[in-house]
T-cell receptor, first 114, second 112 residues
């Protein structure tokens, strides 16, 4: 079945450092890909998404490109802030019409130190 | 627009009891999905409802059930609670088929 594998955490960086969180997936067809973020005590917030190969999703300085050839959707940010500290989840939704099920990676806890 | 709301936010139950959680989607959204989040298993899909019909179901025992009402509000029920049912239960809604899902804050269930 479909699956998502994320870079193991936790990840600790200093403010203004460059961030990469790796995400690879296994799926049949052409899934849609997402990054969600979870702040302490809260639900998930959509960070960005891409629905077809070579699409780049971006939001709040974060970017991720849908790479079909490497089945990857790595999250990047050029200069992280303390406020970016959270848990980040990569997810996919299969291409089948009528299927809203999201398959999530295990999550990566990010801590940014000032 | 108000976001997805879930009630209650926190719940403590004992083994063997049953529980009902509620989710009110964003106004106009017809699809509601439920997920269980635990430290060990991560985020797992429970089921999805669209226009009052269960459209997809995850790999959970029959003790987990749900329904959706004509106003798109959804409830999920867990019967005969087990310690392992302790989790954050998240609800997500979307406006149409294949649209982005927006999550509520979750209900934290603790089973003692």
């Amino acid at each position: 079945g479909d699956s998502v594998t994320q870079m193991e955490g936790p990840v600790t960086l200093s403010e203004e450092a460059f961030l990469t969180i790796n995400c690879t997936y296994t799926a049949t067809g052409y899934p849609s890909l997402f990054w969600y973020v979870q702040y302490p005590g809260e639900g998930l917030q959509l960070l960005l998404k891409a629905t077809k190969a070579d699409d780049k999703g971006s939001n709040k300085g974060f970017e991720a490109t849908y790479r079909k050839e490497t089945t990857s959707f790595h999250l990047e940010k050029g200069s992280v802030q303390v406020s970016d500290s959270a848990v980040y989840f990569c997810a996919l939704r299969g291409p089948i019409q009528g299927a809203q099920k999201l398959v999530f990676g295990q999550g990566t806890r990010l801590t940014i130190n000032p | 627009k108000a976001g997805v709301t879930q009630t209650p936010r926190y719940l403590i139950k004992t083994r063997g009891q049953q529980v009902t959680l509620s989710c009110s989607p964003i106004s106009g959204h017809r699809s509601v999905s439920w997920y269980q989040q635990t430290p060990g298993q991560g985020l797992q899909f429970l089921f999805e409802y669209f226009s009052e019909t269960q459209r997809n179901k995850g790999n959970f025992p029959g003790r987990f059930s749900g329904r959706q009402f004509s106003n798109s509000r959804s409830e999920m029920n867990v019967s005969t609670l087990e310690l392992g049912d302790s989790a954050l239960y998240l609800c997500a809604s979307s406006s149409a088929d294949r649209d982005t899902q927006y999550f509520g804050p979750g209900t934290r269930l603790t089973v003692l």
